[in-house]
């Protein structure tokens, strides 16, 4: 049951409320270029966002405590006390800010969780342009991404959650605009595998196999990668096995692993395609996660 304090959400004065969408990032590619002295990876890629994902409702509070109540299909699966991210982040912004109030916060969590599709950076992200609107917070977008930055490296570019080219750790963002992408059906499916993302980078092989060129969507087709795709395969061999079958679809035009797995992506040229995928794959597969969605455009 939600806590006592959403029972009585619709009682109080709209603008004390708010919610949030934390859109599924995808890495419609992702080049690892080396490790760096502080330990993190060098990377490039491009990322997409869908246009669903996880739900963050919230409410100011007067008591000064940040609260979280989870819900949704993998509500179960995470944690409500100081270790989740959107209490992480609520505690993060309160302090910069110097925040005396509170906030009582729902997560539906509708993405799987350690899936590579950004869930928790998403739902940090959104954390903090929620509670940025309850407590009526102005703060430059460089200053927000900083402070993101200490939260998680893909949360700053969560942030905005449009397509960007993203490099270094994540620190270094560019609006990036493929009006080809703009709105294109998008297949999300996780074969019900959990991965560590930091076991999947300490088994990148090293090679640098080169820079990402994203230009148009051929190159991005063509030239594009995931470098971290045989260290998740080997931790996760059914993720080739998603990987075929992809790419099998009719009317797909692009499919791979997104960020460290296990979720891979589709796209495709038409929605009738995609629902048609989606649906043959559902009958096949009756165990794995499918999402049908699109890439968000704005």
Same mark, same amino acid.
């Given at each position: 049951?939600?806590?006592?304090?959403? /029972?009585?959400? &619709?009682?109080?004065?709209?603008?004390?409320?708010?919610?949030?969408?934390?859109?599924?990032?995808?890495?419609? +590619?992702?080049? @690892?270029?080396?490790?760096?002295?502080?330990?993190?990876?060098?990377?490039?890629?491009?990322?997409?966002? %869908?246009?669903?994902?996880?739900?963050?409702?919230?409410?100011?509070? /007067?008591?000064? +405590? @940040?609260?979280?109540?989870?819900?949704?299909?993998?509500?179960? !699966?995470?944690?409500?006390?100081?270790?989740?991210?959107?209490?992480? %982040?609520? %505690?993060?912004?309160?302090?910069?800010?110097?925040?005396?109030?509170?906030?009582?916060?729902?997560?539906?969590?509708?993405?799987? @969780?350690?899936?590579?599709?950004?869930?928790?950076?998403?739902?940090?992200?959104?954390?903090?342009?929620?509670?940025?609107?309850?407590?009526?917070?102005?703060?430059?977008? +460089?200053?927000? *991404? !900083?402070?993101?930055?200490?939260?998680?490296?893909?949360?700053?570019?969560?942030?905005?959650?449009?397509?960007?080219?993203?490099?270094?750790?994540? *620190?270094?963002?560019?609006?990036?605009?493929?009006? *080809?992408?703009?709105?294109?059906?998008?297949?999300?499916?996780?074969?019900?595998?959990?991965?560590?993302?930091?076991?999947?980078?300490?088994?990148?092989?090293?090679?640098?196999?080169?820079?990402?060129?994203?230009?148009?969507?051929? #190159?991005?087709?063509?030239?594009?990668?995931?470098?971290? /795709?045989?260290?998740?395969?080997? !931790?996760?061999?059914?993720?080739?096995?998603?990987?075929?079958?992809?790419?099998?679809? &009719?009317? &797909?035009?692009?499919?791979?692993?997104?960020?460290?797995?296990?979720?891979?992506?589709?796209?495709? !040229?038409? #929605?009738?395609?995609?629902?048609? %995928?989606?649906? +043959?794959?559902?009958?096949?597969?009756?165990?794995?996660?499918?999402? /049908?969605?699109?890439?968000?455009?704005?």
């Amino acid at each position: 049951m939600p806590p006592p304090e959403f /029972e009585m959400i &619709q009682n109080i004065n709209i603008d004390m409320q708010a919610t949030e969408i934390a859109y599924a990032k995808i890495n419609l +590619a992702l080049h @690892v270029r080396s490790r760096r002295p502080d330990g993190y990876h060098a990377l490039e890629s491009l990322f997409v966002f %869908a246009q669903d994902g996880d739900r963050l409702d919230g409410r100011v509070t /007067e008591s000064g +405590a @940040v609260t979280l109540h989870t819900d949704g299909p993998f509500g179960t !699966e995470i944690t409500e006390d100081a270790d989740n991210l959107v209490v992480k %982040a609520a %505690a993060a912004l309160r302090s910069y800010l110097g925040e005396s109030r509170g906030a009582a916060l729902r997560l539906t969590k509708n993405l799987p @969780v350690a899936s590579g599709i950004g869930g928790g950076s998403a739902d940090t992200a959104a954390t903090l342009r929620l509670l940025m609107r309850l407590w009526d917070a102005k703060i430059e977008r +460089a200053k927000l *991404e !900083e402070l993101a930055l200490t939260i998680g490296s893909d949360v700053p570019a969560c942030l905005a959650s449009t397509t960007r080219l993203v490099r270094g750790r994540g *620190e270094l963002l560019e609006d990036h605009d493929l009006p *080809e992408l703009a709105g294109a059906p998008l297949l999300l499916v996780n074969p019900g595998v959990a991965l560590s993302t930091g076991r999947v980078f300490a088994g990148w092989d090293g090679m640098d196999r080169g820079a990402l060129v994203a230009d148009n969507l051929k #190159e991005l087709c063509v030239g594009g990668r995931n470098d971290l /795709e045989p260290a998740a395969r080997r !931790e996760a061999p059914v993720i080739a096995d998603v990987l075929t079958r992809l790419a099998q679809c &009719q009317g &797909q035009f692009l499919s791979r692993m997104s960020g460290s797995g296990a979720t891979c992506f589709a796209l495709f !040229e038409t #929605e009738d395609t995609m629902r048609a %995928a989606a649906q +043959a794959l559902r009958a096949e597969y009756p165990i794995w996660w499918i999402m /049908e969605t699109r890439i968000r455009t704005a």
